[in-house]
C-alpha cells in the first residue's frame, strides 16, 4: 500500500510539473533556433566552400549552438538519461559520463551511416534520411521502451526482496522473543544476507547496462547532423563537416550533463524527504517503477508522433 501511494505521489507531481511548463511552446522555440543554426552551418558550409578561413568558426559554433537546441526540444536522450538518475543509484559522475559517451556515440553513428552510405553503399541524402527517419527512430524508441520495461522490473523484484527481507524480519523477531524467553545464551545467525538488496538491484554498475543505454540514445542520428554531413560530403569539405557533427554532440551532451545532474539531485531530494516520512525502504522501488513506467510512456508516445 505504501508502494501504490508513494507511486501516485510521484506521478502526480510529474503531472502537476508538465502541466505548469508550456512544453508546446519550448518544443516550437527550440525548433525555430535549431532552424536559425542550421541556416548558419549552411552558410559557414558554402563559406568554407569558397575558402574563408572565418568560416570554420562560425561552423563549429552552430553547430555546438544546433545540438543543445537540439537536445532543449522534444527528445529521447533526455528522458532516458534523467530516468536512469532518478530510478537508479548510478553516481552523478557516472551519469555524466554515459550522458557525454551517448551524445559522441549517436555524431559518430551519424557519420558512419552518412559517409559510409556514400563511399560504400552509393545511398542518396534522402535515402539515409528516410532510413534514420522510418527504421532507426522506431528500433530506438522500442529500445528505450525496453529500458522503461528494465526499471519497472528491477523495482518490482527490489519490492518483493524487501517484502520477503520484512517477513524474515518479522519471524526472526519472534524467534527471538521465544529463545530468550528460554535461553539468555543466543548466539546470532548471520544469515542476514538474504539475496541482493534493493539498492545493489537499482545500480547501473554493468558494462551491458551502460552499452544499452548509450546503443538506446546513439541509434538514431540527428537530423541536423545527417543534413550538415550530407552538404559537407556534397561540397567536399568531410574532415569539417565531421569535426562539426562531433561538437554537434558536445552541445547536445552540454544538456544531457544538466539533466543528468538535475536528476540526481532529485533522487537524493526524494530519498530525504521520504526518509523523514518513514518511507525509506520503499523509495528505490517506488521511483523505478514509477519512472521505468512514465519512459514508456514516452516512447510509446514517440512512436505514435512518428506514425508508427
Same mark, same amino acid.
Given at each position: 500500500?505504501?508502494?501504490?501511494?508513494?507511486?501516485?505521489?510521484?506521478?502526480?507531481?510529474?503531472?502537476v510539473?508538465?502541466?505548469?511548463?508550456?512544453?508546446?511552446?519550448?518544443?516550437?522555440?527550440?525548433?525555430?533556433?535549431?532552424?536559425?543554426?542550421?541556416?548558419?552551418?549552411?552558410?559557414?558550409?558554402?563559406?568554407?566552400?569558397?575558402?574563408?578561413?572565418?568560416?570554420?568558426?562560425?561552423?563549429?559554433?552552430?553547430?555546438?549552438?544546433?545540438?543543445f537546441?537540439?537536445?532543449?526540444?522534444?527528445?529521447?536522450?533526455?528522458?532516458?538519461?534523467?530516468g536512469?538518475?532518478?530510478?537508479?543509484?548510478?553516481?552523478?559522475?557516472?551519469?555524466?559520463?554515459?550522458?557525454?559517451?551517448?551524445?559522441?556515440?549517436?555524431?559518430l553513428?551519424?557519420?558512419?551511416?552518412?559517409?559510409?552510405?556514400?563511399?560504400?553503399?552509393?545511398?542518396? *541524402?534522402r535515402?539515409?534520411? $528516410?532510413? @534514420?527517419?522510418?527504421? +532507426?527512430?522506431? /528500433?530506438?524508441?522500442?529500445? &528505450?521502451? =525496453?529500458? %522503461?520495461?528494465?526499471l519497472?522490473?528491477?523495482?518490482?523484484?527490489?519490492?518483493?526482496?524487501?517484502?520477503?527481507?520484512?517477513?524474515?524480519?518479522r519471524?526472526?523477531?519472534h524467534?527471538?522473543?521465544h529463545?530468550?524467553?528460554?535461553?539468555?545464551?543466543?548466539?546470532?545467525?548471520g544469515?542476514?544476507?538474504?539475496?541482493?538488496?534493493?539498492?545493489?538491484?537499482?545500480?547501473?554498475?554493468?558494462?551491458?547496462?551502460?552499452?544499452?543505454?548509450?546503443?538506446?540514445? *546513439?541509434?538514431?542520428?540527428? $537530423?541536423g @547532423?545527417?543534413?550538415? +554531413?550530407?552538404? /559537407?560530403w556534397?561540397m567536399? &569539405?568531410? =574532415?569539417? %563537416?565531421?569535426?562539426?557533427?562531433?561538437?554537434m554532440?558536445?552541445?547536445?551532451?552540454?544538456?544531457?550533463?544538466?539533466?543528468?545532474?538535475?536528476?540526481?539531485?532529485?533522487?537524493?531530494?526524494?530519498?530525504?524527504?521520504?526518509?523523514?516520512?518513514?518511507?525509506?525502504?520503499?523509495v528505490?522501488?517506488?521511483?523505478?517503477?514509477?519512472?521505468?513506467?512514465?519512459?514508456?510512456?514516452?516512447?510509446?508516445?514517440?512512436l505514435?508522433?512518428?506514425?508508427?
Open positions: 500500500m505504501r508502494l501504490i501511494l508513494l507511486s501516485l505521489v510521484l506521478i502526480a507531481l510529474v503531472g510539473a508538465f502541466f505548469l511548463v508550456d512544453t508546446q511552446g519550448i518544443a516550437s522555440w527550440a525548433a525555430e533556433q535549431q532552424r536559425g543554426f542550421q541556416h548558419q552551418m549552411a552558410q559557414a558550409v558554402r563559406g568554407l566552400r569558397s575558402g574563408d578561413a572565418g568560416a570554420w568558426l562560425v561552423l563549429m559554433g552552430a553547430a555546438g549552438a544546433y545540438g537546441m537540439h537536445a532543449v526540444g522534444p527528445g529521447h536522450g533526455k528522458a532516458v538519461i534523467g536512469v538518475g532518478v530510478a537508479s543509484s548510478i553516481s552523478a559522475w557516472r551519469l555524466l559520463s554515459l550522458s557525454l559517451i551517448s551524445s559522441l556515440a549517436q555524431a553513428w551519424a557519420i558512419i551511416i552518412v559517409y559510409g552510405g556514400f563511399a560504400v553503399l552509393s545511398l542518396s *541524402a535515402t539515409m534520411t $528516410t532510413l @534514420a527517419e522510418d527504421y +532507426l527512430a522506431p /528500433a530506438s524508441y522500442l529500445a &528505450i521502451s =525496453a529500458i %522503461g520495461l528494465v519497472i522490473w528491477r523495482g518490482v523484484r527490489a519490492l518483493v526482496h524487501q517484502m520477503r527481507n520484512d517477513g524474515h524480519d519471524a526472526h523477531a524467534d527471538h522473543h529463545d530468550h524467553s528460554h535461553d539468555h545464551h543466543h548466539v546470532e545467525c544469515c542476514h544476507a538474504h539475496g541482493p538488496s534493493p539498492d545493489a538491484v537499482a545500480r547501473v554498475t554493468s558494462l551491458r547496462d551502460a552499452i544499452i543505454l548509450v546503443a538506446s540514445i *546513439a541509434i538514431r542520428p540527428c $537530423t @547532423a545527417i543534413f550538415l +554531413l550530407v552538404i /559537407a556534397q567536399d &569539405i568531410r =574532415a569539417a %563537416g565531421a569535426a562539426a557533427v562531433v561538437v554532440g558536445l552541445g547536445t551532451a552540454s544538456l544531457t550533463s544538466l539533466v543528468a545532474l538535475s536528476s540526481v539531485a532529485a533522487r537524493g531530494v526524494a530519498i530525504a524527504s521520504f526518509k523523514r516520512a518513514g518511507l525509506m525502504r520503499f528505490l522501488s517506488g521511483l523505478q517503477i514509477t519512472t521505468g513506467a512514465l519512459i514508456v510512456w514516452i516512447s510509446l508516445l514517440m505514435r508522433i512518428a506514425g508508427l
